[in-house]
């Protein structure tokens, strides 16, 4: 299954072409990101590979602005232990997911792989990826399952929070103030 998204970024002055593949093996998410924030004008390209059970395996990212290039490879098992350039990264130990703040797909990452009932929660950590800032680093945040389609999310400690939106399959309808999305569409590309 291939469902195209288009998101527009509220905050962040951005659009989102993203394309998510999903199949028996896992799946597969390539995505472009152009925008404007801080007076920053930013590209940033991404691909993720997860694991049927939507855990993640690999994190490629290749950003410009400010006049910069970053680019980035992380690789995990799935269980929380990444490799970045071929070395362990123990500061991401327990980290199965991922979450870059320029787009609302990695929040589809722990709400497709926690599976929460409703009113069920749980904490979690992540590889935060703050592009624009240069930083990396493992964070806490907080997902509850309000209904099938509404999930609150929360950085711990709490700096923000936000009800968040999503379809069927999990991928973000509406991120109030970030982001909404424009367009959806079965692919076959």
């Known amino acids: 299954m291939q469902t195209n998204i288009l998101w527009t970024g509220r905050e962040y002055y951005s659009l989102e072409n993203c394309l998510v593949k999903t199949n028996d093996s896992g799946s597969e998410i390539n995505s472009v990101i152009i925008g404007q924030y801080e007076e920053k004008i930013y590209r940033v390209e991404y691909r993720i590979k997860t694991n049927p059970a939507w855990e993640t395996l ?25 490799m970045v350039n071929g070395k362990h ?18 929040n589809t990452l722990p ?16 590889i935060y990826f703050d592009i624009l800032e240069n930083h ?17 999310y929360e950085n711990i400690p709490n700096d923000f929070e936000a009800t968040i939106e999503v379809d069927n399959l999990g991928l973000v309808v509406d991120y109030p103030s970030l982001f909404v999305r424009t367009a959806a569409l079965a692919a076959s590309y």
């Open 58 to 82: 690999l994190v490629e990212l290749h950003a410009r602005h400010s006049n910069r290039q970053q680019d980035y490879i992380f690789k995990g098992d799935g269980k929380g232990n990444w």
């Open 89 to 106: 990264a123990i500061a991401f130990n327990g980290c199965i997911d991922i979450d870059i703040p320029l787009t609302p797909f990695t």
């Open 111 to 126: 709400i497709e792989r926690l599976r929460l009932s409703k009113n069920e929660e749980r904490q979690i950590k992540v």
């Open 136 to 152: 990396i680093r493992p964070v806490t945040q907080k997902y509850v399952c309000l209904s099938k389609t509404q999930f609150h």
